[in-house]
């Protein structure tokens, strides 16, 4: 089982990217994904969930609109594209497989994780 995440890199404040998170080994339509983050001297912390068959979703409060999350389970693929991003959204993210269908936030509710990709926002 496998998690690959890409498309971090630099971006200026009010600029936009798209993660991607290509799963490998698994049957993705069978697990919900979610994507979480993790700032230089921070924990990790949530970010966006989305259920198996991509009818629910869920995003951390500080998401505000700015990031949707989606998902093509026919190409295996996940996708966090993000706009608006600011200093704060500095951090490497993670995509990770939950052990179940439905929505998940915690980090525990999560089985398989991807090695991250980082995300750098200038000011």
């Known amino acids: 089982v496998q998690l690959q995440a890409s498309g971090g890199g630099l971006v200026q404040t009010g600029g936009s990217l798209r993660l991607s998170c290509a799963v490998s080994?698994?049957?993705?339509?069978?697990?919900?994904i979610g994507w979480f983050r993790q700032a230089p001297g921070k924990e990790r912390e949530f970010v966006s969930t989305?259920?198996?068959?991509?009818?629910?979703?869920s995003d951390a409060n500080f998401v505000k609109g700015r990031f949707t999350i989606s998902r093509d389970n026919e190409k295996n693929m996940v996708y966090l594209q993000m706009h608006r991003l600011a200093p704060e959204d500095t951090a490497v993210y993670y995509c990770?497989?939950?052990?179940?269908?439905?929505?998940?936030?915690?980090?525990?509710?999560?089985?398989?994780w991807g090695q991250g990709t980082l995300v750098t926002v200038s000011s």
């Open positions: 080994g698994f049957t993705l339509d069978d697990f919900a």
């Open positions: 990770a497989a939950s052990g179940g269908s439905f929505t998940a936030v915690e980090e525990h509710e999560y089985t398989f």
């Open positions: 989305i259920s198996a068959s991509g009818g629910s979703t």
